[in-house]
């Protein structure tokens, strides 16, 4: 997560402006591959929250962006606080988080399709002045994935796997 009420519900202190800037000099680099992730479902994340922390994210710019909900492992402190905290998992493996206070489980099945779509386009390298195009305008990364991703469950795209023209189809198609 990017919000540090999130991060501190969680027990993980972290400096975020000392870690963007560390991020930055590893991409400046260019010696290291960078592979970040984000957790969705966290205590005090919502759906607008974590839009903007995959806006923080990319503004990053890893090579790859993972977002996955969070997973409450049995012993794990955050499924011993799940209750007191209203999250709501899947009792069966993987566990995986369903809702919490701030998260419905239609958003958060949003934000899976979001991933699933970062994991077509940007992940895929393919699209890269398509994605800088569509968010230039909408104003955000993640808004400009959100769109897109309502377009494609509105036609069933995300029921079938696709190779990669019917990828670029699908999205002259959208646009």
Do not use: M
Request: aromatic share 8%; glycine share 6%.
């Amino acid at each position: 997560s990017t919000l540090e009420s999130t991060l501190d519900a969680v027990g993980r202190k972290v400096n975020l402006a000392r870690l963007e800037e560390s991020v930055r000099r590893l991409r400046q680099s260019g010696r290291i591959n960078l592979h970040l992730d984000l957790v969705a479902g966290l205590p005090g994340d919502g759906y607008d929250s974590f839009l903007a922390s995959i806006d923080r994210v990319v503004a990053l710019a890893p090579h790859h962006l993972q977002v996955e909900a969070v997973q409450l492992l049995p012993g794990s402190p955050l499924r011993a606080q799940a209750a007191e905290l209203q999250i709501r998992y899947d009792p069966n493996p993987p566990y995986t988080v369903l809702a919490n206070q701030g998260l419905s489980f239609t958003e958060l099945q949003r934000l899976q399709e979001i991933s699933r779509l970062i994991d077509l386009t940007y992940n895929s390298g393919c699209f890269p002045t398509f994605l800088q195009e569509l968010s230039t305008a909408s104003g955000s990364f993640a808004t400009s994935l959100a769109w897109l991703a309502e377009q494609w469950g509105e036609r069933n795209l995300f029921r079938f796997p696709l190779n990669r023209q019917a990828i670029f189809q699908s999205i002259f198609e959208i646009i």
